[in-house]
């Protein structure tokens, strides 16, 4: 089987390891492309953006082109002041000396703990380390899916192919987040590699439109992280014709980046933290697009019926009351509710009537892993999917002592 | 010791008992004045509003005298249709049979499960049940504050004297409600009885002023329930002078209904449902109010944070993260954070900088049952408190299966 990981994509290597700001596990993870490549991103809404994401964005907005990332799990550099700043610029020098580049021909992100300095004296010499083990063979690119996870449980990857005027783009995309995920423009870390030629301008929006229905329609526990990244790569080393006006080319390049990004946006939910089911939330007949996110969002996050998802209790009245305060505006009186999973599909409230229904089959169809809550609405044409997972004990022990 | 219950205050009755609803706690309790009494409330603001909030707007609104209270616990009356209000107007019909007044002077409220129509056999035959029970005694007014629990581990009351134009005012609150719990204009359900004179304009506003500084700076678990009422009924029985104007006695008769609301407000974040501890958290130097309130509601809101303090975890990254994503404004890179308890003091954050603080002195501070969270900021001359409480392993499982 070729290799579907991130350093799939032409020109592009990768590589992670253990450097020791974790304890035992990978905590180090480089992507460097053999040409600059065309760089886009979506970053967190938070105010307290940390040091990393600062520096992304004054980078990601010159519209320049970059050589490569480097992703650090295991501490944040978040709340961490000017030396948070300093250190994001001596990493990003660290790579560019290794690469032959320049200190902003390289983009840096972190994840972990919020509020203590980078350990230098371990991060710098890692780099090295790291860089050593670039490669373009699975098991590099395995590795680079492992070094970016802090609480995840397992990694996340997405892999298309697509043909733009008659020549094979292959993107690959990875992404590492379960909780602290209630994302807005962006979610925790993802990356994605391509080497499709397109230009800045439509890479740009292309991400940001797909970023949009993935992971900003993801909710693990409604906090919007401090650090949330989506970067896409794009080096042309495909040799297509780029993608300089939308059309045909570009329309199936975005809707190809949309099934990346989607797919690992929808892993990020099943693998929320403590999570034993994933949710999707379809919301139909809604007056508005706005209406139709908010009140889909708004069930995805609630914490009643996430519990109750848990106990598999068919708990309806806790969407109405979701649905009732997200904001988002509708007719009440002629709301209706099915719950569907692979075990079948049962209606609870139709056309705003309570439907009898059976409570023993409720508890079967909701038993399974993959839950979809399905409302249909009445107040127009619009409609949104949103995805979340249920809350459980695990959460919070995962959470009562997360930096121990 | 005299009798501090709802019932304390000059011409009210008050009883509590066991009807049916529920398997075996008092699920319905009467509130009844001897002469028509001023009455004002705040009512949820969530757009799918239960029966009974809906009848009651409709009165409240009005500004009618009203006589008396049907309170039933078990029972939401939410999501029920027509139907719903139909039951709602003969429970207050029967009540106002046995009292001697019409149906429009009697107030309704339900707490329970949304979605199941009100066993309607069972609740009026019910109504003379506990109708006869009505009574002044302490007795009668500890069954009473018992008839409107749900999940709460203990019974909310507040008790006030005044002293008005030389005549001794009596105030008397109880509430209920443990999850559910990020009241928008009001609470679950929260009574006050007074014995004051006060026209329903003043009443109203000393009411909406209190609740908008007392239940409406709590949160469990951000879920603002379709139920959350709050009924002040004021029958002047005292022989007051009546408050007509803003002035002394207005002032004074304000502040002890808000020591009331802010006393039962805290209780009911204390009780949330699972907690193990209460959080204060208190912003001062803000922009605004408007950005004091939303900065500490979003602390008391965090899932994360609320783990951290579960595990008694001086997470403080959490609280920044909340901050930041909350809609308030405020300047990241000087904000000072300390925690505090019974057990001391301890700086964590200041002026932005992260202080090297003892983890162990942390932990003993952070495992009292009260803790105050102080954030300073350098924005402005504005503060607010707010109060939340853990997230615990017993919130999931009271949650995970609610309705058996």
């Known amino acids: 089987m070729p290799n579907h990981s991130i350093n799939a994509p032409a020109g592009f290597l990768a590589a992670g390891d253990h450097i020791g700001i974790k304890k035992q596990k990978k905590d180090l993870t480089l992507i460097l492309s053999e040409k600059p490549a065309a760089a886009a991103g979506c970053f967190t809404q938070n105010i307290v953006k940390a040091a990393p994401v600062q520096y ?104 298309e192919e697509v043909s733009v005027g008659g020549i094979t783009v292959k993107l690959a995309g990875m992404a590492k987040g379960s909780a602290m995920i209630h994302p807005n423009m ?53 040799g297509n014709t780029a993608i300089n006006a939308e059309g045909d080319d570009f329309n199936k390049f975005s809707a190809a980046l ?21 949710m999707e939330v379809n919301v139909y007949g809604a007056a508005s697009d706005s209406d139709a996110r908010i009140i889909a969002r708004s069930v995805t996050s609630s914490n009643l019926f996430k519990a109750a998802l848990f106990g598999s209790d068919a708990n309806w009245g806790r969407i109405l009351c979701a649905m009732g305060y ?57 409609s949104a999917a949103a995805w979340g997972c249920d809350l459980t004990y695990d959460y919070v022990k995962i959470n009562g002592d997360y930096r121990s």
């Open 186 to 238: 962006a979610t925790l870390l993802a990356f994605i590699t391509t080497d499709a030629a397109i230009s800045v301008e439509l890479l740009q929006k292309a991400l940001a439109a797909s970023v949009r229905d993935s992971y900003n329609m993801i909710s693990v526990d409604r906090d919007t992280s401090t650090n949330d990244t989506a970067l896409i790569l794009a080096n042309g080393m495909s």
């Open 56 to 159: 992304d964005l004054s980078i990601i907005h010159s519209g320049k082109k970059v050589r490569g990332i480097v992703v650090n799990s295991g501490n944040a550099n978040a709340c961490t002041g000017e030396q948070g700043l300093k250190d994001v610029k001596a990493a990003a020098g660290t790579f560019a000396a290794l690469a032959g580049c320049e200190s902003d021909d390289v983009l840096v992100c972190s994840t972990g703990v919020i509020g203590v300095n980078l350990p230098m004296d371990t991060l710098l010499p890692g780099i090295g380390q790291v860089f050593a083990q670039l490669g373009k063979d699975e098991v590099s690119g395995g590795n680079a899916a492992q070094g970016i996870m802090t609480t995840d449980m397992f990694a996340k990857t997405a892999y």
């Open 258 to 278: 949309h099934r990346i990004n989607k797919k690992l946006a929808i892993d990020m939910a099943r693998d929320g933290e403590g999570a034993t089911k994933l």
């Open 326 to 382: 997200s904001g988002g505006k509708f007719d009440p009186n002629h709301v209706s509710v099915n719950f569907r999973s692979s075990a079948g599909s049962i209606d609870v409230l139709k056309n705003g009537s309570p439907v009898l229904f059976d409570e023993a089959r409720a508890k079967t169809i909701l038993s399974e892993k993959e839950i979809c809550v399905d409302i249909r609405l009445t107040d127009g044409g619009f």
